[in-house]
T-cell receptor
Framework: GEDVEQSLFLSVREGDSSVINCTYT??????LYWYKQEPGAGLQLLTY?????DMKQDQRLTVLLNKKDKHLSLRIADTQTGDSAIYFC?????????????FGTGTRLTIIP | GAGVSQSPSNKVTEKGKDVELRCDPI?????LYWYRQRLGQGLEFLIY????????KSGLPSDRFSAERTGESVSTLTIQRTQQEDSAVYLC????????????FGPGTRLTVL
């Protein structure tokens, strides 16, 4: 079955770039997503990338996809205290009717002042 | 417009009791999903509805878990004879269609089984 893995913790100084990594196993994944979860709040979709893309940039966020290695990363430029949260990588398969998302365990990003 | 809402926000119950968790999706969203998030873990898929039908129930962990959706709107997740391992945050999401299938999540119901 599908599996998505992430490291559990990342600490970054305010103003530096944060890079959160994710690996997945389903080579037929169609869409890959990054969600943000702040304490006491639901998941917020940050960005997504279609599997035939290598890179997507959206303001401070850059997503890189290495399909050969099944590796996805999220770079947050100029990290701010408001970026403190848990970041989840998720993938959606290509099979018809397979609408569920498979999530990683989440990476807790801590900002050091 | 209103987002996905869930009720109750918190539920504490005794082992062996039944609980019902409610999800109100975004109006007009045809797809609805239930996930479970145990402490410190990622989300586990439970069940997916397209309209009022559930084409994928593969994530329901046991026959104590069931869900229904009516009027292509509200959904109820029922857990019978709750066990301590059922303690988790139960998240509901809705999506307007297939394809990109961006899923919009509710705030979740935190279930604690004593």
């Amino acid at each position: 079955g599908e599996d998505v893995e992430q490291s559990l913790f990342l600490s970054v100084r305010e103003g530096d770039s944060s890079v959160i990594n994710c690996t997945y196993t389903d080579s037929s994944s169609t869409y890959l997503y990054w969600y943000k979860q702040e304490p006491g709040a639901g998941l917020q979709l940050l960005t997504y990338i279609f599997s035939n893309m290598d890179m997507k940039q959206d303001q401070r966020l850059t997503v890189l996809l290495n399909k050969k290695d099944k590796h996805l990363s999220l770079r947050i430029a100029d990290t701010q205290t408001g970026d403190s949260a848990i970041y989840f990588c998720a993938e959606k398969g290509a099979n018809f009717g397979n609408e569920k998302l498979t999530f990683g365990t989440g990476t807790r990003l801590t900002i050091i002042p | 417009g209103a987002g996905v809402s869930q009720s109750p926000s918190n539920k504490v119950t005794e082992k062996g009791k039944d609980v019902e968790l409610r999800c109100d999706p975004i109006s007009g969203h045809t797809a609805l999903y239930w996930y479970r998030q145990r402490l410190g873990q990622g989300l586990e898929f439970l069940i997916y509805f397209q309209g009022n039908s559930a084409p994928d129930k593969s994530g329901l962990p046991s026959d104590r878990f069931s869900a229904e959706r009516t009027g292509e709107s509200v959904s109820t997740l029922t857990i019978q004879r709750t066990q301590q391992e059922d303690s988790a945050v139960y998240l509901c999401a809705s999506s307007p269609d297939r394809g990109l299938g961006e899923q919009f999540f509710g705030p979740g119901t935190r279930l604690t089984v004593l």
